[in-house]
């Protein structure tokens, strides 16, 4: 949520000063203007060689308001991300497919359900 400081008009709705403004942050990471198949898993669009709008992905907000530990939390998911993926292949169960549910943030109904084989070697 967000405060607006000033009145304006977006896109002909007009906006007064003090009101609350929602960034909708699943519709806005599903939006087909930003992301090719946008409720598709992608996770290559990641990779670094695809350059994404700033404005696009937000998973830690933006602006004044960053979450403090987003570069933290960040770097903190990828070692251990590398550290699972490089000892375990991961896979769904099958018939217990995630059931997406928008709450606060994104979340699955059913939770997430998934196997991991070892990796020998």
Not at 16 to 43: E, T, V
Not at 69 to 79: N, T, W
Not at 84 to 109: A, D, K, N, Y
Request: some cysteine; glycine content about 8%; proline content about 5%.
């Amino acid at each position: 949520m967000r405060k607006s400081e000033v009145s304006e008009t977006l896109h002909g709705l007009a906006i007064k000063k003090g009101d609350q403004i929602l960034i909708p942050l699943y519709a806005l990471h599903r939006n087909s203007l930003y992301w090719d198949a946008p409720d598709c898993f992608n996770p290559s669009r990641f990779d670094g060689k695809t350059r994404i709008n700033k404005y696009a992905y937000l998973p830690f907000g933006g602006g004044k308001r960053i979450c403090i530990g987003a570069s933290f939390a960040q770097m903190q998911a990828q070692i251990q991300l590398a550290t699972l993926l490089s000892r375990f292949r991961f896979s769904l169960v099958e018939g217990r497919t995630p059931q997406p549910s928008l709450s606060f943030s994104l979340i699955s109904r059913n939770g997430i359900h998934l196997k991991a084989e070892k990796i020998i070697g």
